[in-house]
């Protein structure tokens, strides 16, 4: 059965996104230094018919599911398009890193059934070693893409039926990433809302530094502007953390229409970003700045604004949004909910930013008794649970328990998605607390995490609030906790930690009534994070011993210079 037999809907619609733009500016990769290079949908196409040709070559006739262990630019994204185009399942997954846990990807692949792993030369031997897990053989074979050779056809995996155009993996913050099959419905679906409530049209512009393993960066960034006929401008996820300014650069330079991150990013704006670098930018053209990803703290946006406001940023386009993979990418918020007064917002959420309600988007969120399913009226906080076409009801390789802890079937016959984030709705806005997993519980009232970690950056500009850890001490009294944060990019030790410590410890007890109990400050870097760079809090919970040591190093190394 050939490609041209089974050709679905989406592979048409994917191939009329590039005649569209046949003579047109598709996607725009940017290099350092200013270099760039533009591709139109017609070269696009070509060059993922070639690599479709390449594929067949080294792994037999397709379809077939392949993960993608490559770095951002652009074989991936030719990867992606000639997937889509081709009728196979691309499951994009980080590169390999040194603090990658033995045999991530060997699990991984396996859950997913790939033919192959698709990566570089300079990263075959990490890919390589990763998917041998606990057996003597690889979980699949490798395929470089600068290096083709033929794999053997012995290997696991092979041509099958591809139900799912993509899957992609949760964040995993608090535990394994999981597998999430997505459907070519749910895509157009999801991409639908982005259309109808972002305005993404053919005369947008999209400037993407996310990383393109998470559904954020992937979905949002990539796969809907292609399928609206958008031209999107992509760049490597490490220059905007080298230099922040990059990202604002690229939105002036190719008048960006739609463009965002999760909070350190914008954080990262606010703090990185000279007044020097700021002076030549028009971000005049930029429509929709969107902050997800985690929950957004009270404030940061209008700060954002203020900050950028002489360069044509306009308030209403600065918004929060929110979504998981789960749910394809998005779930709720959109531009011109920003300036809703403070005292309008409920007490449990009033550290948090809202994130715009649609009709659309409403009928589709719950907010839910965790243990009942029981629906908690407005104004009540509850676990926020999601349904619609664009969410999945099912997760790749799940044992029956790990499915009836993450989906709800109701009488209704409605399936729920349990999201595992606290939250609640208030007029027209839903707010996220953050992970019921990482609540720390006073009196009886729940305080998230991220609520304690912001009032604690407060008391010292060198502190990252995005890259802090608060949990429950193992053996804490109720209502205590301890702390671990990170200092900013470029900080010296801090002079006086003990002082620091001090107004931290009175500040998060008048805030939330949560006693801190130890607290460290560390340099950046030192908290495990996932993939797409969110903290693993149960994880450095875990770590506390080792991870306080490297503040005590810290802090003699302060010590010593001082001596010296």
């Known amino acids: 059965m050939t490609r041209r037999a089974t050709e679905t809907s989406l592979q ?3 191939a009329a996104a590039l005649e569209q733009r046949h003579d047109a500016p598709l996607i725009t990769v940017l290099g350092r230094r200013g270099r760039h290079r533009t591709m139109t949908g017609a070269e696009l196409g070509a060059r993922a018919t070639e690599m479709q040709a390449l594929w067949d070559r080294c792994l037999g006739e397709g379809p077939y599911v392949l993960m993608a262990a490559l770095p951002a630019g652009e074989e991936f994204l030719i990867a992606l398009v000639a997937t889509l185009l081709g009728g196979g399942t691309l499951v994009p997954v980080a590169p390999p890193r040194a603090a990658d846990p033995p045999g991530r990807l060997a699990r991984m692949a396996r859950t997913c059934g790939a033919r192959a792993v698709l990566c570089t030369t300079n990263s075959r031997g990490a890919v390589e070693q990763q998917l041998m897990g606990e057996g003597e053989e690889p979980a699949c074979p490798v395929l470089a893409v600068d290096d083709p050779e033929p794999v053997p056809d012995a290997a696991s995996g092979g041509a099958a039926p591809c139900a799912f155009p993509i899957i992609q993996h949760t ?30 049209n053919r005369d947008s512009v999209m400037i993407n530094w996310l990383p393109h393993y998470h559904d954020m960066g992937l ?18 996820p490490f220059d905007m953390i080298r230099r922040p300014a990059v990202w604002l650069e690229a939105v002036s330079e190719w ?39 985690e929950p957004v703290p009270s404030g940061l946006l209008e700060r954002f604004h203020q900050r950028f406001a002489a360069n044509g940023l306009a308030r209403d386009a600065v918004f929060a949004c929110y979504g998981m993979a789960e749910c394809t990418l998005f779930a709720a918020g959109e531009a011109g909910g920003a300036g809703q007064a403070a005292a309008t917002v409920p007490g449990p959420w009033a550290g948090f930013e809202g994130c715009l309600l649609s009709a659309e988007t409403r009928k589709h969120i719950r907010i839910a008794e965790p243990e009942t399913g029981r629906a908690l009226p407005d104004g009540a906080t509850g676990e926020i649970w999601l349904s619609g076409p664009s969410v999945c009801d099912r997760y790749l390789g799940a044992a029956d328990d790990e499915e009836a802890e993450s ?4 009488p209704d016959e409605v399936r729920w998605l349990r999201t595992g984030d606290l939250g609640g ?59 671990l944060i990170e200092l900013r990019a470029g900080c010296a030790p801090i002079a006086d930690p003990h002082a620091v410590a001090e107004r931290i410890r009175k500040a998060v007890a008048a805030g939330t ?19 797409s760079g969110k903290i693993r809090r149960q994880q450095a919970a875990g770590d506390l011993a080792r991870l306080h040591e490297q503040a005590l190093c810290l802090d003699m190394a302060r010590m010593t210079e001082g001596a010296a």
């Open 12 to 14: 048409r619609e994917i």
């Open 171 to 200: 964040s995993g913050s608090t535990r394994f990433p999981k597998a999430v099959p997505v459907t070519a419905d749910q895509i157009r679906h999801n991409c639908g809302l982005i259309q109808s409530l972002w305005s993404m």
């Open 219 to 236: 979905m949002g960034c990539i796969v809907y502007p292609l399928l609206s006929g958008a031209h999107s401008v992509q760049m490597s």
């Open 255 to 293: 008048r960006g229409t739609i463009s965002g991150g999760p909070t350190f990013a914008f954080l990262e704006c606010l703090n990185r970003i000279s007044e020097e670098e700021a002076q030549g930018l028009d971000l005049g053209s930029w429509e929709r700045a969107f902050c997800g990803a």
């Open 407 to 410: 989906f709800f079937d109701a």
């Open 425 to 483: 709705i208030a007029g027209e806005h839903l707010y996220i607390a953050g992970r019921a997993k990482d609540l720390i519980i006073v009196n009886g009232r729940n305080v998230a995490a991220a609520e304690v970690e912001w009032l604690a950056a407060r008391e010292h500009a060198d502190l990252s609030p995005s890259a802090a850890a608060a949990f429950d001490g193992l053996q804490a009294e109720p209502g205590h906790a301890d702390l």
């Open 513 to 531: 009534g949560v006693r801190l109990g130890r607290i460290a400050f560390l340099p950046r870097g030192a908290l495990p994070r996932t993939s």
